[in-house]
């Protein structure tokens, strides 16, 4: 098993920057991906960026690309997403997920395995 735990996530007005961070704990040997999703009330979960858990490779929506970066640093078991240029439509609860298989480099949410429980993030206008 594998738990994950993010934070970071608050209030910040638009054109401001927020880093989430997700700590990754477990049998993190077996991750091959991880990924950060987001879901506004009333609507779907959505796809925002993956990063290969060791060869570090990315992926991002396009409605996210030049603002936001996802990294990670393995020795700490960490994946960050940095996240500038904000605009009210981020608002959203942000999760962390991770895949242990390379199906799970993907921005379909049914192919990750484990959840964290979702951190907060609010643009004001």
């Known amino acids: 098993q594998v738990q994950l735990v993010e934070s970071g996530g608050r209030l910040v007005q638009a054109g401001g920057s927020l880093n989430l961070s997700c700590a990754a704990s477990?049998?993190?040997?077996?991750?091959?991906?991880t990924g950060w999703f987001r879901q506004a009330p009333g609507k779907e979960r959505e796809f925002v960026a993956v990063?290969?858990?060791?060869?570090?490779?990315?992926y991002y929506a396009d409605s996210v690309k030049g603002r936001f970066s996802i990294s990670s640093d393995n020795a700490k078991n960490m994946v960050y997403l940095q996240m500038n240029s904000l605009k009210p439509e981020d608002t959203a609860v942000y999760y962390c997920?991770?895949?242990?298989?390379?199906?799970?480099?993907?921005?379909?949410?049914?192919?990750?395995?484990?959840w964290g429980q979702g951190t907060q993030v609010t643009v004001s206008s």
């Open positions: 477990g049998r993190t040997f077996s991750i091959y991906a």
């Open positions: 997920a991770a895949g242990r298989s390379p199906a799970s480099y993907s921005r379909r949410p049914d192919v990750y395995d484990y």
């Open positions: 990063i290969s858990w060791r060869g570090g490779s990315t």
